[in-house]
C-alpha cells in the first residue's frame, strides 16, 4: 500500500510539474473556476470556490466550501467541504452511482487522503485547510468499470 501510495504521489507530482511548464490546460478538459455564482444564476456560499473538468465525457463539477459557512462543524477539526457531483457531458446526464477518494496535498507538502462519501449523487469529503496558500487537490472516481482522474489546484486565502 504504501508503495501504490508513493507512486501516485510522484507521479502527480511529475505530472503537476509538466502540467505548469506548459502554463495552459488543454480547454476541453478544463471548464473554469467560479468564485461568485453558477452559470444557472445560482449564488454559492461565500467563500464557496467551483471548478468544473471533464475527462473522457464525464464532467465532473467541484465546490470547495468552509464548514463554518455552512454552519456546520466536523468532530476531527477539519475545516472545509469538498464536494463533486458527476454528469455524463454529452447528454448532461447526472451520475449517481460512483466511488472514490480524494487527496488534498498542503503547501507543505504533506497530503490528507479522504473516500468519497454518496450523498444521493452529491460526492463529497471532508478536509483541513488551516494554511494559506495553493493546494492541490486529485480526485480519482470510478463509474463502472472505468476510472477518471481530475486534478486542479485550490487558492486557500
Sequence with gaps: MKNTIALFTTLWVL???LTSLTATETPHKNHGERAVSDVMGNTPPAGTFEHTMIEKNIRAEFQIMSLASMNMKDPN???HHVMVKLFHDSI???IKDAMGKVKIIKPDGKDQTNS????NGIFAANFSFKKTG???????VKVGEEKYLYKFWYPHE
Design 15 to 17: 505530472t503537476w510539474g
Design 92 to 94: 448532461n446526464h447526472p
Design 77 to 79: 477539526g477539519d475545516t
Design 134 to 140: 495553493r493546494y492541490g487537490v486529485i480526485c480519482l
Design 116 to 119: 468519497l462519501k454518496n450523498y
